[in-house]
């Protein structure tokens, strides 16, 4: 297997750095996502103490009664907010769902703004106050580090360097909250049952906590898995579908997995926290014309972020 370097990026000198510092951390980013589409995060603004609270919290979450997490499920949201319970998504492509169930935090808006009615209100859970009140600063702190990340992005790409700015204010992100169950008896899954089947993620970038990365795999470009690891607080960054179409697959969006441990192991929870950076859905997700050049012609056809979204989540079983 040819070795894949992902490399681990300081945020801070990009936030704080000089112009050279900014300048290299861009070039660095844009090569990554050009080449694998993975990155690795440090000094993303998100302290040791809160990520160790947010896990204490989430494994408090999925321990609640099943009972008590399906009063939270509610068809008509499309696994947009609250929970999803298992056997709800299979991977494009795929049969058999994913042995997984999770929870979904959406943004949050003034009522005064006019993106009000295009999002609904995120589910508190009301057996847990502190699960609601983490789960909101985390989403805050990941979505900053985002825009921090975009704009290095949109420096690679010869973009003003704010160009998402205004794109992915009050956007369309999800925190999602992922429980892999145990597994008593691994003989009796289908052959084909995996943790998260391959597939591509449907944002612009995804901010993976890594704290509990083990069993993540991304598919080289020689065609074979190779395994994603985080140095304890790092955030795994990597390109989505979006971010790809609107660069003419300039940048990369990675096919990515969550294999099965050995079987000994399936007995034992596994526990992840991706956000998902999404756009406004009227964003137009039409190539870059910077992107497009006769070695290079127009792959894809407009579309704004919203019709993507929806196409992609009717695919996955979400919506129906």
Known sequence: MNKVHIPRLDLNTYIHGT?????????????????????????HGLSKALIDKLYVEVKSLFALPEDTKLKYEIPELAGQRGYTGK?????????????????QIGQTVGNNSPLKA?????????????FNITTQEVYKKLEQAGIHLLRA????????????????????????????????????LPDDAVRAGAHED??????????????????TRDNE??????FGEDLVVNVGDMLQRLTN??????THRVVNPPKDQMK????????????????????????????????????????????RLREIGLKK
């Open 19 to 43: 112009d050279q510092e900014r300048k290299q951390f861009s070039d660095e980013i844009g090569k990554a996502f050009n080449e694998t589409g993975f990155v690795t995060i440090t000094n």
């Open 87 to 103: 056997g709800k998504e299979t991977a494009k492509g795929f049969k058999t769902p994913d042995l997984k169930e999770f929870w």
């Open 118 to 130: 295009d999002y609904p209100d995120n589910l508190f859970v009301t057996e847990l106050p502190d």
């Open 153 to 188: 992005i949109a420096t690679y790409l010869t973009l003003p360097a704010d160009y998402f700015d205004d794109k992915v204010k009050e956007g369309n992100s999800i925190l999602r909250t992922l429980h892999y169950f145990p597994i008593t008896n691994p003989d009796a």
């Open 202 to 219: 449907i944002n612009l970038i995804t901010l993976l906590i890594g704290a509990s990365a083990d069993g993540l795999e991304l598919l």
């Open 225 to 230: 898995w190779f395994p994603v690891t985080a």
């Open 249 to 254: 697959n300039k940048l990369k969006s990675t």
């Open 268 to 311: 034992n929870s596994r526990y992840s926290v991706p956000f998902f950076l999404h756009p406004k859905s009227g964003m137009s997700l039409a190539c870059l014309p910077s992107c497009v050049d006769d070695a290079h012609p127009k792959k894809y056809t407009d579309i704004t972020a919203g019709e993507y979204l929806d196409e």
